[in-house]
């Protein structure tokens, strides 16, 4: 009985050390690491009761080592405890907060957001395979440079 009661809290002080060490925000992973700003910010609506995450999640984080060079941010909007100012100001934090407002409580995608325009390039869901994934993400940051050089050219001829 003694060794029961002893497992439990070792095991959940072992898992929360482990967490803590690791440094990260969001279960999301990876964070865009380069120094300009990211061109797409890849929000994950989720919950932790959420179905379609626990399919959707982890072929997200298979892909997203692929993109670790590239202007990608991953950032994970969680749900699990409803609908929480945090939330809300995370969204606000990472450029998204004319998207929020929309999809607020909605969990089960990830949205490809141009980080310049606001504008969502494509959604991520459960009937995405990695490989579409991949290719997702990849066109949305082609998508995205396309409209950075658009508004550079667009400077450059007001000059």
């Not at 990608?72 to 809300?88: C, M, Q």
Request: proline share 4%.
């Amino acid at each position: 009985m003694r060794v029961k009661n002893f497992i439990f809290p070792a095991v959940l002080v072992v898992g929360l050390a482990v967490f803590a060490l690791t440094g990260r925000d969001s279960a999301s992973g990876a964070d865009y690491t380069l120094d300009r700003e990211p061109e797409v910010i890849a929000a994950t609506f989720s919950s932790a009761w959420c179905s379609s995450c626990k399919i959707l999640k982890p072929r997200l984080a298979e892909v997203m080592p692929d993109f670790a060079d590239q202007p990608v941010k991953f950032v994970e909007l969680d749900f699990t405890f409803g609908e929480r100012g945090a939330i809300e100001e995370q969204a606000r934090a990472e450029g998204l907060e004319n998207i929020y407002p929309r999809f607020k409580g909605a969990t089960g995608f990830t949205l490809l957001v141009d980080r310049k325009t606001g504008d969502i390039i494509d959604s991520l869901t459960v009937n995405y395979d990695k490989n579409a994934m991949r290719s997702a993400i990849a066109q949305a940051v082609a998508i995205a440079a396309r409209s950075d050089v658009g508004e550079d050219n667009n400077h450059d001829t007001e000059e």
